[in-house]
């Protein structure tokens, strides 16, 4: 049986471009694992900001729905804002990843002009901190196991290791998750 690790992050978010990059790298060692990707916004509109990811967590949600490759979906975006350096607050350089992860590109326009995941990323906010009250993103949850971030901490990628271990082998609860 899979075991659900949830992940949220903010694609603006230099510690979670680390965390995401380390995450990705380790996945491939965890087939027992399924992943819910939560994007949310560290920093929402109007709060000052570089770039927003409001128009990025939307496309990854519509690009989910619609067939594309969410583990390059990811690879894409970070590469385009932490590497080239561009603006993933722009529909259209969104909507030609998503097409390139195998993302139906007409769906998407049509999910984008209906607003159809702005309601989501709003519910995905309040759920990181108002609810869960998490203070900082990447963190990574399986059950009521979590390996938190603190504000202006990396968590370690053998930190992150060792997490996904017990969560896979089901010791979370032994070794104190």
Request: hydrophobic share 40%; aromatic share 10%; proline share 5%.
């Amino acid at each position: 049986m899979k075991k659900k690790l949830c992940v949220y992050f903010d694609y603006t978010c230099p510690y979670c471009y680390h965390g995401m990059t380390d995450l990705l790298s380790l996945l491939p060692q965890y087939p027992e694992l399924t992943v819910e990707w939560i994007p949310c916004e560290a920093h929402p509109f109007p709060e000052s900001a570089w770039v927003h990811s409001r128009l990025a967590s939307q496309m990854m949600l519509a690009a989910a729905e619609n067939g594309a490759d969410l583990i390059r979906f990811h690879q894409e975006v970070l590469e385009a804002c932490f590497v080239k350096h561009l603006r993933i607050d722009d529909k259209d350089l969104l909507l030609d990843i998503a097409q390139k992860c195998g993302a139906d590109g007409k769906k998407l326009t049509l999910d984008w002009e209906n607003a159809r995941y702005e309601q989501r990323v709003e519910d995905h906010n309040r759920l990181v901190w108002e609810t869960l009250t998490l203070e900082a993103v990447p963190c990574y949850q399986s059950g009521s196991y979590f390996l938190k971030s603190h504000e202006d901490v990396r968590i370690p990628k053998e930190r992150l290791k060792t997490f996904l271990d017990h969560v896979a082998e089901k010791e979370a609860e032994s070794a104190g998750w």
